[in-house]
């Protein structure tokens, strides 16, 4: 099998190859760091030896889980935020059939979402929609108090224990949580429902590895031993002991630094390939929330290519010269459909018959690679062979790892998250919610 590969050479004249490698040293440095924990953030470093060291108890086990699951429920609903829910659904869309889900003869159960938002129209509108249906949950929360997933987990169990009873519902349900604490620990004791464990070293955006990603995906029908046997490659092609010239994370985490270093302040993560939105979404927290503190960090964004051209493309051609582009590019799709001939020729395309309309996606890659180019915006790509488990498995841990050592050399720590109880304390303190009294009452004055 292949493996993925990154091309560094439309940054220049921004950051040169001597620049990127004039760093080679530090970013070694934090490499090794991230392998024997000796910088900020050592606590949640369990990701970085996890797909070479997941035992095969837990993959059975998760396997066994997804059998079970599968066989009773037309739809599975998967609770959870953040890196509790982005992840899973970056792997499932990047590997399912876009439109699988309308079929009405199906060998996989539907996965949908909850406990992301707090929309009461998209809760009833869910809560329609699983009427009829033999549905289960995947509640995934370490502490199960977290606003947005308790408040939809206690909707829906309370939706599944009616229609089909309690004890039925114990077999519906698997909590993902802590080894030992917490309301969602707690509760699935009582229930006895089926668990598994957040493990505490690593952080959730960081968790698609673990039994959080891992058993939505082979809910879903995906391979999730050639997903964990590509991040397991990867694992190895960045271990701490390669050499920078061969580690791709390494090369990338420096290549995007300088361009910060040299005012591009905002990286757009592109695609060619709709299935890929999600991943691209998955990737911005992974960065936003690693690297967005202490007033630092490239802001991260996401576009759909070629549909966006037609949107931002204006703005990413000659707005202002503040970004960069990464571009994930798949070299194979996994489909074949030629353009077919038309005796009308009213649209012009004959000139495009026989031709595979992937043919015709790659020319608007690269033309939009040298267009944006020659606007003024660095370009870094990744060629993925293509869409399989085991790829997708390498470009998770790619980033990951590229996320680590970025991380450590813009100075932050890349695995806190400080920020995001500031609008928790302040919604608490507006719901009024025991022991934010002084808050609740500091709030009043302001509005």
Not at 52 to 64: F, K, L
Not at 90 to 96: G, H, N, Q, R
Not at 201 to 224: H, Q
Not at 377 to 388: D, G, H, R, W, Y
Request: aromatic letters at 8%.
């Amino acid at each position: 099998m292949g493996k993925l590969k990154l091309n560094i050479n439309d940054v220049a004249p921004w950051v040169t190859i001597d620049e990127v490698n004039l760093m080679a040293d530090a970013a070694n440095m934090a490499n090794v760091a991230l392998h024997e924990g000796t910088l900020a953030g050592n606590e949640f470093l369990g990701w970085v030896d996890l797909p070479s060291s997941i035992s095969e108890q837990v993959i059975e086990e998760i396997e066994a889980t997804s059998i079970h699951l599968r066989s009773r429920c037309d739809v599975v609903v998967v609770i959870g935020i953040g890196g509790s829910y982005l992840g899973a659904k970056a792997v499932i869309d990047s590997l399912t059939n876009s439109f699988d889900w309308l079929q009405t003869k199906r060998k996989d159960p539907v996965i949908v979402y909850a406990g992301n938002n707090i929309s009461e129209d998209y809760l009833h509108e869910l809560v329609d929609y699983l009427d009829g249906k033999n549905f289960g949950i995947i509640n995934i929360s370490k502490s199960g108090t977290t606003t947005e997933p308790a408040l939809s987990f206690r909707i829906l169990k309370d939706k599944l224990e009616n229609e089909v009873g309690k004890e039925e519902s114990r077999n519906r349900i698997v909590a993902i949580t802590d080894a030992s604490k917490g309301a969602l620990r707690t509760l699935a004791t009582k229930e006895g429902y089926k668990t598994f464990v957040i493990p505490d070293n690593v952080g959730g955006r960081y968790s698609v590895l673990t039994p959080v990603g891992l058993l939505p995906i082979a809910v879903a029908g995906i391979n999730i031993r050639m997903l964990l046997l590509g991040a397991s490659e990867m694992e190895k092609e960045t271990g701490k002991d390669v050499v920078f010239k061969n580690n791709l994370s390494a090369i990338y985490a420096v290549t995007r630094n300088e361009l910060y270093k040299k005012g591009k302040k905002i990286e757009i993560l592109a695609n060619f390939h709709p299935k890929l939105h999600y991943f691209a979404e998955w990737w911005k927290q992974l960065f936003g929330e690693s690297e967005g503190k202490d007033n630092k960090g490239i802001f991260n964004a996401a576009v759909d290519f070629t549909t966006d051209l037609h949107s931002m493309g204006q703005w990413i051609q000659e707005g202002e010269r503040t970004i960069f582009e990464t571009i994930l590019s798949v070299d194979k799709p996994n489909e074949k459909i030629e353009i077919p001939h038309d005796d009308a020729d009213l649209d012009g395309l004959n000139y495009l018959q026989g031709k595979r309309v992937d043919e015709v996606n790659k020319m608007a890659e690269l033309g939009t690679r040298l267009a944006h180019v020659d606007g003024g915006v660095p370009n870094i790509v990744i060629q993925i062979p293509e869409l399989t488990p085991y790829y997708i498995g390498q470009l998770i841990y790619f980033f990951e790892k590229a996320c680590g050592i970025s991380g450590y050399l813009l100075g932050v720590n890349p695995f806190n998250q400080p920020g995001v109880e500031a609008y928790k304390n302040n919604m608490f303190a507006l719901l009024e919610k025991p022991g934010f009294e002084k808050e609740t009452e500091e709030l009043k004055k302001r509005i």
